[in-house]
């Protein structure tokens, strides 16, 4: 079965520090979404990207962070600088379809990332 | 903002009992949909509602839709350790792109 990948898997930062995550969405899918895990709590809405562009972001997505697609294959969260409330699980995830068509979101195995 | 809560939070059953999680939304939905997440884990997609008071299964799971579109239900049949995992529900208001998870209800099944 496809598959969203993510790397890396894990990675360890210095506050303040610039972390650039990726991932590898489905061939074939065309929306790509980030979310955040913090441990032990729900999966949360960063942004979502459509067409070269974000759809919509939440209140968590500010300007320490950005998204891009940089070629036909990655999709990538930055976070300018770091601040150990951003330590969690971050997830990619992409579907074929939009939500307004019906989606299947599929999530990567996710990117755990420790702010110290 | 929209807020989607569950319950139970927990929930540990003998295996073979059944189990249900609710849903609960303070927005009118267009559409809810279920994961589960196994320890450790990422979410997995289970299944979309999208009619009002629409039923859906499979196999042993049972998924249900208010009439008012915004609470939704999961009921689990005669459980099996493998049921393990957080299991979460996910709505989408209308005009959105974004997914508002719920806040989870984690499942132990004791053999």
């Known amino acids: 079965e496809p598959e969203v990948t993510q790397t890396p898997s894990h990675q360890v930062t210095q506050m303040g520090q610039e972390v650039i995550l990726r991932c590898v969405p489905i061939?074939?899918?065309?929306?790509f979404y980030w979310y955040r895990q913090i441990l032990g709590q729900k999966v949360e809405f960063l942004v979502s990207f459509y067409n070269n562009e974000i759809s919509e972001k939440s209140e968590i997505f500010d300007d320490q962070f950005s998204v891009e697609r940089p070629d036909g294959s990655n999709f990538t969260l930055k976070i300018r600088s770091t601040k150990l409330e951003d330590s969690a699980m971050y997830f990619c995830a992409s579907s074929e379809k939009g939500p307004i068509s019906g989606n299947t979101i599929y999530f990567g195995e996710g990117s755990w990332l420790t702010v110290v | 903002g929209q807020q989607v809560m569950q319950i139970p939070q927990y929930q540990h059953v003998q295996e073979g009992e059944d189990f249900t999680t609710y849903c609960n939304s303070s927005t009118t939905l267009s559409n809810i949909q279920w994961y589960k997440q196994r320890p450790g884990g990422h979410p997995v997609f289970l299944i979309q509602l999208v009619k009002s008071g629409e039923v859906k299964k499979q196999k042993r799971l049972t998924f249900q839709f208010g009439e008012a579109k915004k609470n939704s239900s999961l009921h689990i049949t005669a459980t099996q350790t493998t049921d393990v995992g957080t299991y979460f529900c996910?709505?989408?208001?209308?005009?959105?792109?974004?997914?508002?998870f719920g806040t989870g209800t984690r499942l132990k099944v004791l053999a």
């Open positions: 996910a709505g989408r208001g209308g005009g959105t792109y974004k997914y508002i």
């Open positions: 061939s074939n899918h065309l929306y």
